[in-house]
């Protein structure tokens, strides 16, 4: 993906560059990427997902199937592959386990979010395990 005038997002290869105005959250004038950069995030992040799939309610073989995902959707990322395929692999995250799902969005786009809504989540399980007492 090349935009014309080199604002807003460019995808080189393996290098993602953001510039000109491109407004989220905040407004990021401009971000370059390596792959480097890219692989260290990404990698940050599976290592924290990894960490929230070992804490769910899942079996064994859930766990596996949601970490094989989250690894599969770090690589696609990361190797700029089309934005269908990362979106298909992110929908099917949210259909194995919304949970996890969750955490994974809000850590890819604002990790302390991700921290906010990890332990929010593990507030509402303690308060309805304590009712259920």
Known sequence: ?????????????????????????????????????????FSQWENQMRGEVDKANLSLQEKDNVKGQIAEIKSTAIESKSPTQLEKLINTLAIMSPDIFDVAIATLT???????????????????????R
Do not use: F, Q, W
Not at 116 to 123: A, F, P
């Open 1 to 41: 993906m090349k935009s014309k005038n080199g604002k807003g997002i460019n995808i080189k290869g393996n290098n993602v560059s953001i510039g000109g105005d491109v407004v989220g959250n905040d407004k990021v004038t401009h971000i370059t990427y390596t792959t480097y950069e890219l692989e260290k995030m």
């Open 110 to 132: 604002n990790p302390l979010a991700g921290i906010g809504l990890t332990i929010r989540k593990i507030s509402e399980k303690a308060k309805i395990e304590s009712l259920s």
